[in-house]
């Protein structure tokens, strides 16, 4: 197993992007940037041998700052539709970006995978990880709560990606719904299994590895 951190390139403002390689031994890899904590890549060789990339993406940060289909995106904090762009909580109420029509959809334009990441990786006994990290404001996309949101991601020598979320709020919030939008294109003579397993409780650090 190996991690590699490689530039990307640079935003629109100017801002350096990196490119996180979680490389296993048979050369297949999980590939993530720092801009929007995107799950950009992800290569796996196939019966013949041959390295195919399975995620649908862009080739450089121009791509990923257009990215209206949200590929390989975290999306949240609430990421459906809110009917109305308004909710009510505890007697109040609280209006939100209109960018469905009437109303809001996956919390405004104001998207979580336009802005940067703090990102730490580390390798253990079960594989290699990498953690994206962002501070989210009281009030930030209209809703109440400053809050901290982590991502690990974490990939091994059975090609198996897991992801784990982590929202920590400083008072009480509205429901939130975080989502992955990864996209897999047609393969030629192979499939993807897509499969869930139980809650990981280990904290969402680098520290102490």
Request: charged share 25%; proline share 4%; aromatic share 12%.
């Amino acid at each position: 197993m190996s991690i590699r951190v490689e530039d990307f390139g640079l935003t629109k403002a100017g801002e350096k992007v990196h490119k996180i390689i979680l490389e296993n031994s048979s050369g297949n890899a999980a590939v993530f940037i720092d801009f929007g904590a995107i799950w950009s890549n992800m290569y796996i060789r196939d019966k013949k041998g041959r390295l195919l990339d399975v995620v649908q993406g862009f080739d450089d940060v121009a791509g990923y700052e257009y990215n209206k289909p949200h590929l390989g995106s975290p999306i949240g904090r609430y990421a459906n539709r809110i009917a109305g762009a308004s909710f009510v909580m505890d007697g109040q109420t609280y209006h939100l970006e209109k960018n469905k029509g009437i109303h809001n959809l996956h919390s405004g334009m104001q998207y979580w995978d336009k802005r940067m990441w703090n990102f730490c990786s580390y390798s253990d006994g079960q594989g290699d990880h990498v953690v994206f990290s962002l501070e989210s404001p009281d009030m930030d996309q209209g809703f109440p709560g400053k809050a901290l949101v982590k991502i690990r991601y974490s990939f091994g020598e059975d090609n198996a990606l897991s992801i784990v979320y982590e929202f920590q709020a400083d008072k009480k919030i509205f429901n939130v719904i975080i989502r992955q939008a990864p996209l897999f294109p047609p393969q030629r003579g192979g499939k993807i299994v897509l499969y869930g397993k139980g809650a990981d409780s280990r904290p969402l650090s680098c520290q102490n590895t």
